[in-house]
């Protein structure tokens, strides 16, 4: 599976942004859909997840604001971002993974990220 996350961009705070992931080469079903960010000098940690029948799970720093969502039909995941704050500022990954959780060694396939911007 190739993936390409994109809609990353700048936004002030409490705007919104909707990040999208599209998937290549192979379905995504079946697979376990995840975001991931990444800031500067900081590791990589978990957003969101959502599971091949529709179950998601969200990091508690975004949950309530942070709608993670499939459509298998097309191949895409998307992250429905609301009320972002200056801390969402990262690099955003999308990856896929038939065991995925919030453990970033449970996802096999991972795009190259999509900046987000918050200014404050």
């Known amino acids: 599976v190739q993936l390409q996350a994109s809609g990353g961009g700048l936004v002030q705070a409490g705007g919104s942004l909707r990040l999208s992931c599209a998937g290549s080469g192979r379905t995504f079903r079946g697979y376990v859909m995840g975001w991931f960010r990444q800031a500067p000098g900081q590791e990589r940690e978990f957003v969101a997840r959502?599971?091949?029948?529709?179950?998601?799970n969200y990091a508690e720093s975004v949950k309530g604001r942070f709608t993670i969502f499939r459509d298998d039909a097309e191949n895409m995941v998307y992250l429905q971002m609301n009320s972002l704050k200056p801390e969402d500022t990262a690099i955003y990954y999308c990856a896929a993974g038939f065991g995925g959780s919030a453990a970033r060694s449970s996802y096999d396939y991972w795009g190259q990220g999509t900046l987000v911007t918050v200014s404050s």
């Open positions: 959502i599971s091949w029948s529709g179950s998601t």
